[in-house]
Structures are given as C-alpha cells and as structure tokens.
C-alpha cells in the first residue's frame, strides 16, 4: 500500500508537471502569432517605437500671409518626432509641388524624387532629378540639390545646375539663388556659353503635369546650316 504521504507528492509532481506544460504550451503559441506578424506590422511597430507617423497619399497646402501659396501631394509622407533631432517630414517616395501666385494659378510646378521638409525652420530640401518648370516662360531648371527657403520666398543651390530655354537654349553653371515664382533666378557661377540640347539628354527630364496638365514645349535643336 503506498502512503498518503507519497500521493500527495505524486499529486504535486503532476501538478507542478502540468502547469509547466501550460506555461510551454503558451510560449509556443506567442512565438508562433509573431511568425505570423506581416512584414508591414514589424515595420509598423519600429516606426511607432522611434516616433515616426506614417501617411499615405497626401495632399498638403503651404501658405504666407494667409494666402495659399503652394500644394504638395505625395505617394508617402513620413513625419518624425524625436526629441534629439529638428522635427521633420520625409518624402521618400517622390513628390510634385504646384506653386500658385494671388490668383491661384498655378505660377510654376516642381518634382523631385525626395523631399524632407524642416519644421520650426519652413525650409524643405529637395533631391535626385529636380525638375523645377515656370510657366510663364517655360524656363525649366533641372539639378540634383536644391534648397526652397518659404521664409525668404527663395530657392538657392550649390551644386550643378541647368537651366533650358524655350527656344532650347541651355544655361550651365553651379549655384543658384531663385525667387520662389522662378521668374528671376541668378545663376552664381555660369559656365561659359551656352549649349543646345534635346531634352532627353537631362536625367529626370519628364516633369509630372500639374493640376492645369500643362506640359512645357519641348527644347528646339537648331539644324545645322546647308553647306
């Protein structure tokens, strides 16, 4: 005959066995659900822990003296938070910005493969294929770094920069400072001459239309004279 003494110990050894089996049974369950978890959820909770919001095609206006002065949309926009660097929003996925004047018509029209837009600062920098098109005079300026100062109402770079006529006229040089209509921009170091182009020599040469879908005229090669 076995003793109570040893029942109970029986009895608490299977006790103790089953609610470890319950704890393994349960871990094993969580870890499965998080190899369940999308890609997308993982990348989810990075972002919310380091501060970031995530927006999906959006449409933004920037206004100066109460007047709407520009609209900027965008596949993706991603805003940070973190308290060590300047709060700022990215777009890394290409943006198009229409520029309006009193009027709201559209005055110029700008494109850029990546935007991060300082806040506190109102000044947004710009990269890769810069496409900036006036439409008054149909000049386009193309680089790949460009600064726009809503402040100062100014565009300035100090890198490499092009800019075409409407006849095909092409302008090179390094810097610029720009007014934000791009009616009077001034090229700091141009380089001597000028050259002709056609327009699919220029990296990023096709322009998104803006809302009017206005496309500039193409630059004109002139023919070579007749011998």
């Known amino acids: 005959m076995v003793p109570q003494s040893a029942i109970q110990l029986m009895a608490g050894r299977s006790l103790l066995r ?9 871990a094993l369950l969580s870890l499965l659900s998080a190899c369940e978890n999308s890609e997308e959820e993982i990348r989810e909770r990075a972002r919310r822990k380091m501060g970031v919001d995530e927006a999906k095609d959006i449409e933004t206006y920037f206004s100066q003296a109460g007047k709407v002065k520009a609209k900027l949309t965008s596949v993706l926009m991603l805003r940070y938070q973190d308290h060590q660097d300047t709060p700022r929003v990215e ?3 290409k943006l198009h910005v229409d520029f309006y004047n009193d009027s709201l018509q559209v005055e110029s029209v700008l494109d850029a493969l990546y935007g991060k837009y300082l806040e506190g600062q109102n000044k947004m920098y710009l990269r890769d294929s810069v496409v ?11 680089c790949e770094e460009l600064w726009w100062d809503q402040n100062k109402q100014k565009f300035y770079s100090d890198k490499p920069i092009r800019i075409t006529k409407k006849d095909g006229t092409v302008m090179p040089g390094k810097g610029l400072v720009a007014s934000q209509d791009f009616r009077n921009i001034e090229i700091l170091n141009p380089a001597d001459g000028v050259m002709f182009f056609e327009e699919s020599e220029f990296p990023g040469s096709t322009a998104a239309p803006d809302s009017s879908g206005i496309q500039p005229d193409s630059p004109k090669v002139p023919s070579a004279p007749q011998p």
């Open 18 to 26: 089953s609610s470890y089996l319950a704890i393994v049974f349960f």
């Open 91 to 93: 777009f890394p996925d």
């Open 132 to 142: 900036v098109i006036q439409k008054f005079n149909q000049d386009t300026l193309r």
